[in-house]
Nanobody
């Protein structure tokens, strides 16, 4: 079983920055892609960013140029650096990870409990 634990959420003023971290732990697992998703109250969960083991990145249009996803494969940890934050970025941010498969897929297998990011205006 794999557990994902997010950290770094909190309250920040518009225009400010936060960095989220997510560490995967457990036994007998191998992680391929990792990513961040978010869900605002009353809204659908949406993709924020993903990153493959090889470092290929994908971002939602709403965060391109402001957010940066990165990872440390040795630590099974993924980060999300968030700059120029806007009130509309306010949401619960969830870390997700994909177990290694012999084929390509977008499915995420493991999810964290989420961390709240609140951006004040």
């Amino acid at each position: 079983q794999v557990q994902l634990v997010e950290s770094g959420g909190g309250l920040v003023q518009a225009g400010g920055s936060l960095t989220l971290s997510c560490a995967a732990s457990g036994s007998g697992f191998s992680i391929s892609a990792m990513g961040w998703y978010r869900q605002a109250p009353g809204k659908q969960r949406e993709l924020v960013a993903t990153i493959t083991r090889g470092g290929n990145k994908n971002y939602a249009d709403s965060v391109k140029g402001r957010f940066t996803i990165s990872r440390d494969n040795a630590k099974n940890t993924v980060y999300l650096q968030m700059n120029s934050l806007k009130p509309e970025d306010t949401a619960v941010y969830y870390c997700a990870a994909q177990r290694t498969r012999p084929y390509s897929t977008s499915v995420m297998d493991y999810w964290g409990k989420g961390t709240l990011v609140t951006v004040s205006s």
